[in-house]
Structure formats: C-alpha cells, structure tokens
C-alpha cells in the first residue's frame, strides 16, 4: 500500500531570528517556548543573554566602584588616562585644556574617551533585537518614567531614526533608548556602528573644545584640589554608600 503524503510537507516554516532563539536553555516537552525577553525576566538566561547584559551590569557597577579613580587621575591632572577609564565629563574638559596648555595632541584627546563610551551600546542594540517589545512592556508597567521616557523616544525615533541615534549623546537625550530601539526596529547593524560612532565623536568633540576654551584655569582649578585629594575621594565613596543605602530603603518601603 503506497505511504500517505505528509501534510506538513508543503507548508511554509515560519522564519526563526537566531539572536531570539540562541542561547536559550532548552525546552522540556511539557513546556511551552517562551519568547528569550520573557526568560530573561524570569531568570533563565542562555550564553547569549550573559553576553548581551553582562557587560551593561558590569559597566553599571564599574561606573560606581571607579568614581574614586576617575577623580584620583583628574585631581592629579593625568586626563587621557581618565578619559581612557572613565570617559567622564570633567576628564574631556581637562583633555581639552591640555591640548591648549601642555601639548597633548587633539586625536588623543578626540579619540581616547571612545571605547569606554561605546562598550556596552552594541549590547542595547542587541539588546533591543532580542527581546524587543517584551522588555520595553516590563520597564513601563514597573516605573511610570519609563512609559514617558519610551513614548517620547519612541515618537522621535518613528520621525528620525538615524539621526535621533547620531543626535542623541550630541543633544544630551537618553541615547541607551535610541540604541534599543534600533535594534527593536532591524535597524542595520552596519549603519547603527557607523552613526553611533559619529555621535558620540561629536558628544565628545564638544566637551573638549569647551575645555580648549576655559584652558588654564581648568587645569589650575585641578591642581588646587588635588591638595584635598584624600578628602574629596574619601567623601565622594561616603555618598556613594548612602546614596545606595537610601535607594534600597525606598525600594523596600515600594514593595511592602
């Protein structure tokens, strides 16, 4: 007797992302696939979600731990090094006044600042590929300044996509939420790099020409503080602590 045709043969696979599916533990049986930004929130994370969020949390915490360190090598005027480690505001002024009053060359002072800028901005795009919509819903439902924050990205990415990425450090917008969106949106990865370069030169550019402007009195103000280095690590560290002590009381107090 001939075999019965399969009636699955002729129908159409659905296409499957390889960013939403890789890295996801595996399924059992009894289990329905959920989508990875609903396994992220409920804490089962594949190697690929490691590799997306990870350097976001560890950047987090870098940002807090290296405060004294940033301000250690700008009160003792070593700016590239600090734009190099921390990227900070104070640390390209300092690298612009230099480039006026001590020699150092304006590709360095342009060009230092950048990987420490940019290291976690591949992850939010990805970020925003992989879990889209899903993770976008979760911030909204759990902080209201989140759902103004998104509406009002999303409302300037819809009109200028591309430009709202190169823009957003220049103008000072939350460029994290940019960066999500095109992924969320299957913006290009090649032209997302190419724009998000260009943006944050030009966020950086602008900080350190303010700080070829003021001159030697930035530097002159570092010296004077760097007498009182001790005190102002020591105190920045103490503010640091209460700071985080204070946001998990209220976060305590929220979930009573």
């Not at 889209?132 to 300044?145: A, E, K, S």
């Not at 913006?187 to 950086?204: C, E, H, K, N, Y």
Request: hydrophobic residues 50%; glycine residues 10%; aromatic residues 12%.
């Amino acid at each position: 007797m001939a075999a019965m045709p399969d009636a699955t043969a002729g129908a159409p696979h659905p296409a499957i992302d390889p960013l939403e599916d890789a890295g996801a533990p595996p399924v059992g049986a009894d289990e329905v696939a959920l989508h990875p930004g609903e396994r992220l929130l409920q804490g089962r994370w594949g190697w690929l979600d490691v590799v997306i969020v990870g350097p976001m949390l560890a950047k987090s915490v870098y940002y807090y731990a290296g405060i004294p360190l940033g301000q250690w090598l700008i009160l003792h005027r070593h700016p590239i090094r600090a734009s190099l480690l921390r990227g900070s505001i104070p640390a390209l002024i300092l690298s612009g006044a230099g480039v006026r009053t001590s020699g150092i060359s304006i590709w360095v002072a342009l060009f230092a600042a950048l990987p420490y800028t940019m290291v976690t901005d591949p992850c939010f795009y990805y970020g925003g590929r992989r879990y889209g919509r899903v993770l976008i819903d979760y911030f909204c439902r759990t902080d209201p300044r989140w759902t103004r924050r998104m509406a009002r990205g999303e409302r300037i990415f819809a009109r200028y996509a591309g430009w709202a990425v190169f823009l957003a450090p220049v103008i000072w917008l939350p460029n994290e939420v940019f960066y999500f969106l095109a992924g969320e949106t299957r913006m290009r990865f090649s032209r997302f790099i190419v724009l998000d370069v260009a943006g944050q030169l030009a966020f950086i550019a602008e900080i350190v020409a303010l700080g070829y402007f003021i001159g030697q009195p930035a530097e002159n103000l570092a010296t004077a503080l760097s007498r009182y280095t001790l005190w102002i690590v020591a105190g920045t560290v103490i503010l640091i602590i209460a700071a985080s002590v204070a946001g998990g009381v209220r976060r305590a107090a929220a979930m009573r």
